[in-house]
């Protein structure tokens, strides 16, 4: 048990890098992600919400239960922005504070993370983690597609960083298009996610991917036409026919904490498993999310609690889709990552 103080300690850190984040990350949450109409007729019962919002004055205690290791077994979380829960505000990372998570987060059955970047700065961040932590953090490398387009010089630096790292890297992300920042070049936003498709592609290395509501079948479509074979639509919502391409084509969805309190994430589960195909579940941390999620900062230790909604959504047992996750995360960023040091598929040109 933490003493009050470190309790205290650590819940004020969870604070700051909760700032830190929002700063980092324009906010995804917009009015189109409450007014979405009900995916599902089946579903509509009317009342679209099933636990109070945040604010509403009703306080569970979630966060024992979260922590609660008797469900769902090994987890691995597929999308955190790690670095951002540990950068202090001049750019390092507080080790002390990435060794302890690391630590409560193996104890609570979390096996590994995807640790996702924003940017190259980030991106130098997550390789210091995934060296520190070999076996626990697989390293993703991009930029956020919500965030303005970088310098081309930027670009070469990240990209010659990819490639210089490639045997410790286990994808490229988070990379897409934009949806809730306002883009006017939205040309060039395309190439450049057309750019680090064929660089995933060259490199062997799969997508971590944010493309949502139209960007979604616009980034399947620059997937295709680069001939991508490994991706994973990260916090996806898509029309249902486009998440239908998705899997048809092969590629990855995921889950996120909204699948306790969002009717549309439960259906976008259920659809997943109608195809047989494995779900991830990711918990895009530290996003701060709502209903009884709401007041904190998501961590990996949700995980649990997000697979037993997910089983409740699809009527299946949990146990059944955390080894179906755990292999399909472990297919996905396990074996390329393996791949790296012994010649992923050869660079022809550039
Ligand atoms: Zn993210």
Do not use: N
């Not at 890098?17 to 324009?26: H, T, Y």
């Not at 507080?94 to 970047?117: C, I, N, P």
């Not at 079948?217 to 990260?234: I, M, P």
């Amino acid at each position: 048990m933490a003493t009050p103080d470190e309790a205290e300690a650590a819940v004020q850190a969870l604070r700051e890098a909760d700032v830190l984040f929002l700063e980092i990350l324009p906010q995804k949450r917009d009015a189109a992600d409450d007014d979405d109409p009900d995916p599902e007729a089946e579903e509509r019962t009317g009342s679209r919400f099933t636990v109070p919002a945040a604010g509403s004055g009703i306080r569970r205690p979630v966060d024992r239960r979260f922590r609660s290791k008797r469900r769902g077994g090994a987890m691995f979380d597929a999308h955190l922005h790690f670095e951002a829960i540990v950068a202090r505000e001049d750019g390092t990372i507080d080790w002390d504070r990435a060794e302890r998570l690391v630590e409560r987060w193996r104890a609570g059955g979390v096996r590994g993370v995807l640790a996702v970047s924003v940017d190259r700065p980030s991106a130098e961040r997550t390789l210091e983690l995934k060296r520190r932590f070999p076996d626990f953090v697989f390293a993703a490398l991009g930029e956020h597609p919500e965030r303005p387009l970088s310098s081309e010089r930027e670009l070469w630096a990240l990209e010659a960083l990819i490639r210089a790292e490639r045997g410790r890297i286990a994808a490229i992300g988070e990379v897409g298009l934009p949806h809730y920042a306002r883009v006017d070049q939205k040309s060039a936003v395309r190439e450049r996610l057309r750019f680090f498709a064929g660089l995933g592609r060259k490199l062997g290395l799969p997508l971590a991917l944010h493309a949502v509501y139209d960007g979604a079948a616009e980034a399947l479509s620059v997937l295709r036409e680069e001939g991508v074979r490994k991706a994973h639509f990260h916090w996806l919502k898509a029309p249902a026919a486009v998440v239908e391409r998705i899997l048809a084509a092969g590629y990855r969805v995921s889950v996120t904490p909204e699948v306790c309190y969002r009717k549309r994430a439960r259906a976008l589960a259920r659809a997943v498993r109608r195809r047989g195909a494995p779900l991830l579940f990711e918990t895009d941390g530290p996003w701060p999310y709502e209903g009884p999620f709401g007041g904190r900062p998501a961590e990996p230790l949700w995980l649990g609690r997000v697979l037993q909604c997910a089983a409740e959504a699809v009527g299946e047992a949990p146990e059944g889709l955390s080894e179906a996750a755990e292999a399909a995360f472990l297919s996905l960023f396990g074996s390329s990552e393996a791949a790296g040091g012994s010649g992923p598929p050869a660079d022809q040109g550039s």
